[in-house]
Nanobody, 119 residues
Framework: QVQLRESGGGLVQAGGSLRLSCAPSGLFPFNMPMGWFRQAPGKEREFVATIRFSDAYHADSVKGRFTITRDNGKASVYLQMNNLRPEDTAVYYC??????????????WGQGTQVTVSS
């Protein structure tokens, strides 16, 4: 059974930084696409960033501020978030698995980690 475990969320002031981590366990191939989605209160879950094979993709709203990376030796994925804004406040979910396009989620989800950015 595949499990995705996130860590690294928290409270930060606007302009600050956080680094999220996601470690898969179970039968999870090292080359499986992985990424991050987020859901703010009252809004739908949205794409943030994905790594598919060697290619990284980021939502326009986070380009230049967030960077997704992957440790292939550990099959872990990270999201470095810089210059955070109050509108980045959301629950961030790790996601894994194949999908039709880079901005669509795969089958596996973590439980989510809260990121709160104060103004």
């Amino acid at each position: 059974q595949v499990q995705l475990r996130e860590s690294g969320g928290g409270l930060v002031q606007a302009g600050g930084s956080l680094r999220l981590s996601c470690a898969p366990s179970g039968l999870f191939p090292f080359n499986m696409p992985m990424g991050w989605f987020r859901q703010a209160p009252g809004k739908e879950r949205e794409f943030v960033a994905t790594i598919r094979f060697s290619d990284a993709y980021h939502a326009d709203s986070v380009k230049g501020r967030f960077t997704i990376t992957r440790d292939n030796g550990k099959a872990s994925v990270y999201l470095q978030m810089n210059n955070l804004r109050p509108e980045d406040t959301a629950v961030y979910y790790c996601n894994g698995g194949h999908s039709t396009t880079y901005d669509h989620p795969g089958s596996y989800w973590g439980q989510g980690t809260q990121v709160t950015v104060s103004s």
